[in-house]
């Protein structure tokens, strides 16, 4: 017997994020969730961000093409399967189904990154809130394919006038791109700053469509950028 999903509401979810907080799961079936609001938060300032002489080589060799909202819950319920080193997964039934509501309200924003055969390889969803966006979870299937789609993001939200990237948590892994670690009080501060401000989702190209106008070259370009 189905156990039915555990309504999560998305008034609450926005409500949750402008006070600096997020949900999550102990396992993908369990029924509950827990709000959590880190001590200490991870941050990619986006202007500072690091973009590696060997990934700036790999999105130039275009063998990966590029979206923005083409395929959010196909991205959400990859970023739920079980992982090497992530056996269990915080995504639980409830947080999916509110996510993928929140996307339909244009609140949840995916990125994608596809092979040259048209398969979804990578890719990461999160949430926006005036000028910030709150990254929730990315996978790959390929090698580099998360990474393209995190210097995507980053390409894209440069170019909006977005002001926070909030990764939740500092890991090493994040840390090779530049993220940082900051005491809640001073997030909060960045938060409080980011929610003032607008900033413009598709303003680096369109979305809900494969696009030729975003390119690996074009996603360096504006990496290399500095303001």
Partial sequence: MTRPIRRLETS????????????????????DIFWVEPRRRGLIPIERFHL??????????????????LAFERVI????E??????????NHSIEDAYVRLHHEGHAHSIETWDANGELVGGLYGVRIG???????????????SKVALSHLVARLRAGGFVLLDTQFWTPHLARFGAIEVKRSRYLSLLAD????EADWTAFGPVGARCDAVTGAGIVQAL????
């Fill in 12 to 31: 609450l979810l926005l409500k949750a994020y402008a006070a600096g907080l997020f949900p999550m799961a102990d396992t993908r079936d369990s029924p």
């Fill in 52 to 69: 590696s002489r060997s990934l700036a080589r790999t999105l130039r060799r275009e063998t990966f093409r590029h979206s923005a909202d």
């Fill in 77 to 80: 319920m990859a970023c739920a």
């Fill in 82 to 91: 079980p992982a090497e080193g992530r056996e269990q997964s915080w995504i």
């Fill in 131 to 145: 000028a910030a966006f709150f990254g929730e979870s990315m996978f790959s299937r390929q090698t580099d394919a």
């Fill in 194 to 197: 980011a929610l003032a401000r």
């Fill in 224 to 227: 290399s950028q500095t303001s």
